[in-house]
């Protein structure tokens, strides 16, 4: 059975946020589209976006983390993911990331008004933020 699983571990600059290892497949967004990686994949290494990292096992349900940029390193037994932030579902506050969404949204009509690039650039990095929270935290609710 080690043939067909790898190690995850989901490591941010607060520190290790997730570990396994027990994955049979991993599924996340890079920067050129959807991955899956089984363990024994060749070799690689990609730019993460901001999405949710699905973590599937052999037995049990999928672990899911909210991943907020970053990037993966797999050697075909291992896989990395050095993320600028992540968050397990069950340590996310739905009520704060609904409040951040709405921030955002507002920021985003300011910015446009005022034709302010920059500022519209970032809430909409704000947005897609909170919403990934919002997207992990209704994933495992379901």
Known sequence: MADTTFKVTIITPDGTVY?????????????????????????????????????????????????HGGVMQ???????????????????????AQSAKERSEKMIEDAKESHNSDDLARAEVHLKRA??????????KK
Do not use: Q, W
């Open 19 to 67: 570990d396994t290892d027990e994955a049979t497949m991993l599924i996340l967004k890079t920067a050129g589209g959807e991955m899956g990686i089984m363990a024994n994949h060749v070799p690689v290494i990609a730019s993460l976006d901001i999405d949710v990292v699905r973590v599937k096992h052999n037995e049990g349900e999928d672990n899911i983390a909210a991943v």
């Open 131 to 140: 919403i990934n929270r919002l997207n992990a935290a209704r994933l495992v």
């Open 74 to 96: 797999f050697d075909g037994h291992n896989a990395l993911i050095a993320a600028d932030r992540s968050e397990l579902p069950e340590r996310i506050d739905v009520e704060r």
